[in-house]
């Protein structure tokens, strides 16, 4: 089974256009080095919860909204050495990270072992 990367984060709605440009460019960079799929979504209907949520959860303020992700990997050794391979690349290692088009810190990530892909 496929390993997959999963994200969640907020992203200021002024930020929209310059967070598609960093999508793409970071799924050739990250596709490049083998992963399968990059898959990018942007919120519109995800409702605030009273106890958990999305937003929540990234602490999204009223003037952003929820980007949920993911990369599928053909394993958890391909998304290791995946990862390695993207972070020596010229290409992500010219992008200034304190210039993201959203706060890194509230991103919830994790890797994930696929149990069913119909």
Request: proline content about 9%; hydrophobic content about 35%; overall charge negative.
């Given at each position: 089974m496929s390993y997959v990367d999963g994200y969640v984060l907020a992203v200021p709605l002024k930020?929209?256009?310059?967070?598609?440009e960093l999508a793409e460019a970071s799924a050739a960079v990250f596709k490049d080095h083998g992963a399968i799929a990059v898959v990018?979504?942007?919120a519109d209907d995800v409702?605030?919860?009273?106890?958990?949520?999305?937003?929540m959860?990234?602490?999204?303020?009223k003037d952003e909204v929820v980007v949920?992700?993911?990369?599928?990997?053909?394993s958890r050794e391909a998304?290791?050495?995946?990862?390695?391979?993207?972070?020596?690349?010229?290409r992500f290692a010219d992008w200034d990270m304190?210039?993201?088009p959203f706060d890194g810190k509230r991103m919830i990530f994790g890797g994930f072992n696929t149990i069913v892909n119909r």
């Open positions: 930020n929209k256009t310059q967070y598609i990018e979504n942007w409702p605030e919860g009273e106890v958990t949520s999305l937003p959860a990234v602490k999204c303020e949920f992700s993911w990369i599928i990997w053909p998304r290791d050495a995946g990862n390695k391979a993207v972070m020596e690349d010229p304190s210039k993201m």
